[in-house]
C-alpha cells in the first residue's frame, strides 16, 4: 500500500489559550505548536496499516519552515518520506484552501512517482479549529471516495475496509482505493520515537514545495469570514449543599431549584 498522510501543526491545546487585551486577536505568542492530536492517531494507524500490509508512508504539511518539526516526528514514528509544502501564498488558506494545495501536491508527486497513492490519512479535525471539513474536501477534490472517524482499517480485494465506533456498536465500510480516510482516537496510543529513529529522521532530507511548482495550488481568499472571535464564558462556583441529612440536602435542592425556575 503506497499511503500518503496529511499533517497539520496547532497550538498546543493542553494550554488554556486567552485573547490579548481590549482585542478579538488569540494570544499565541507563548505558546507552543504540536503535531495536531488527530494527526498523530492517523500516522499512528497509517504505520501500523504499513507494517500489516507493506509499502510506505509520504508525510506532507502545510505551513511555514517550523512545520517540518510535524514531518521529522512522523519520520521519527513511521513515515518513509516527508515534504513540506510552505509558500507565502498559503498563509491565509482556510480548509478548502489547503486541500487544494495538497491535492495540487498529492498529483504532483503521483506523476513523479508513476502511480496513485492507494489511501491518503488524515485526521478527523484539527483541535485549533475542529471543523472536520479538510479530509471531505480533500477528497472532492481529488475526486475519490471517503470513510470518516475510522478506528481501524485493514485490506480487502477491493481496496480497504474500515471500522467506526458509534453508539450503537460499529460499523464497517468499504471503499475501493484510491481513497481518502479520516482518523478519529483508536483504541491504542501513538507510539513514541526512539533516539536511534529521532537520529536518523534529522538525517532525511525533506523537500520543499513552494506555489510556482504546484500546478493548481492557489489558495486565494478564505471562504470563511470570521464574525467574532471570543473566549468561552468563565464557569461560576457551584453550591455546596450540606443539610444535616440526605433527606433535607435533596429537598433544599430541589426548593433552590424551583426559585431558580430550572424545574
Do not use: W
Request: glycine letters at 8%; one cysteine or more; aromatic letters at 4%.
Amino acid at each position: 500500500m503506497d499511503i500518503l498522510l496529511c499533517l497539520k501543526q496547532v497550538p498546543d491545546d493542553s494550554v488554556e489559550i486567552y485573547l490579548k487585551p481590549g482585542t478579538e486577536e488569540v494570544d499565541l505568542d507563548n505558546v507552543t505548536n504540536v503535531v495536531n492530536a488527530f494527526d498523530t492517531y492517523a500516522l499512528e494507524m497509517a504505520t501500523r496499516f504499513k507494517e500489516a500490509v507493506g509499502g510506505e508512508i509520504t508525510a506532507v504539511s502545510v505551513g511555514p519552515e517550523e512545520a517540518r518539526n510535524a514531518i521529522k516526528n512522523s519520520l521519527a514514528v513511521g513515515a518513509d518520506k516527508g515534504y513540506l509544502i510552505s509558500d507565502p501564498a498559503f498563509e491565509n488558506a482556510d480548509t478548502l484552501g489547503r486541500s487544494e494545495i495538497i491535492a495540487a501536491a498529492i498529483k504532483q508527486l503521483e506523476d513523479e512517482r508513476g502511480k496513485p497513492f492507494d489511501v491518503i490519512f488524515c485526521g478527523r479535525e484539527a483541535t485549533d479549529r475542529a471543523t472536520g471539513q479538510f479530509g471531505p474536501q480533500l477528497a472532492e477534490t481529488l475526486g475519490t471516495g471517503i470513510i470518516c472517524d475510522l478506528v481501524d482499517i485493514e485490506q480487502t480485494d477491493e481496496g480497504i475496509r474500515g471500522k467506526q465506533e458509534t453508539e450503537e456498536g460499529y460499523h464497517l465500510v468499504e471503499s475501493v482505493t484510491p481513497c481518502v480516510v479520516t482518523v478519529n482516537k483508536p483504541p491504542y496510543d501513538p507510539r513514541y520515537p526512539t533516539i536511534k529513529s529521532k537520529m536518523a529522521a534529522r538525517k532525511m532530507k525533506i523537500p520543499v514545495l513552494s506555489a510556482a511548482e504546484l500546478e493548481g495550488a492557489e489558495a486565494g481568499e478564505p471562504n470563511v469570514e470570521i464574525i467574532k472571535v471570543y473566549e468561552p464564558a468563565k464557569r461560576e462556583a457551584g453550591i455546596k449543599i450540606q443539610e444535616e441529612t440526605v433527606e433535607d440536602s435533596a429537598v433544599k435542592a430541589v426548593e433552590m431549584m424551583a426559585e431558580a425556575k430550572v424545574l
